[in-house]
C-alpha cells in the first residue's frame, strides 16, 4: 500500500499562486512510480490535473501553461506550483500513482487516496 499525504492549500485570490506538496510512502512505493495529482470540485467528480512521467510532465488541457509538476531528488515528494489560479480551479487536489495516460488524461489504479488538500480561490 502507498501512504499519500498532501499539503498547501488555502484560500488564495484569483490571478494568485500556492505550491502543494505530496509525500509517498509505504512498502509498495518505489520512486520510479509516475505520480500526478487530480482534483475534485464540489459536486463533480474526480479529474486528472498533471503527471510527472519518465518521459517529462503531463497536464490536463486546464492545468497547462499554469500549473507546473515536479518532484524532488528522492522521488518521495512530488510538488505542484499553480500559478495564475482561477475560481474554477477550487477543488481539494490529490496525488496518487499515475498508471496510465490516455491523450491529455493520465488515470490511476490506485485504491487508497490521501486526504487531499483543499485549494479555494476567491474571485
Known amino acids: 500500500q502507498v501512504q499519500l499525504v498532501e499539503s498547501g492549500g488555502g484560500l488564495v485570490q484569483a490571478g494568485g499562486s500556492l505550491r502543494l506538496s505530496c509525500a509517498a510512502s509505504?512498502?509498495?512505493?518505489?520512486?520510479?512510480?509516475?505520480m500526478g495529482w487530480f482534483r475534485q470540485a464540489p459536486g463533480k467528480d474526480r479529474e486528472f490535473v498533471a503527471a510527472?512521467?519518465?518521459?517529462?510532465?503531463h497536464y490536463s488541457d486546464s492545468a497547462k501553461g499554469r500549473f507546473t509538476i515536479s518532484r524532488d531528488n528522492n522521488g518521495n515528494t512530488v510538488y505542484l506550483q499553480m500559478d495564475r489560479l482561477k475560481p474554477e480551479d477550487t477543488a481539494v487536489y490529490f496525488c496518487?500513482?499515475?498508471?496510465?495516460?490516455?491523450?491529455?488524461?493520465?488515470?490511476?489504479?490506485?485504491?487508497?487516496w490521501g486526504q487531499g488538500t483543499k485549494v479555494t480561490v476567491l474571485s
Open positions: 496518487n500513482v499515475v498508471t496510465y495516460c490516455v491523450g491529455s488524461k493520465c488515470y490511476t489504479s490506485g485504491d487508497y
Open positions: 509505504g512498502p509498495t512505493f518505489s520512486e520510479h512510480h509516475a
Open positions: 510527472i512521467l519518465w518521459k517529462g510532465p
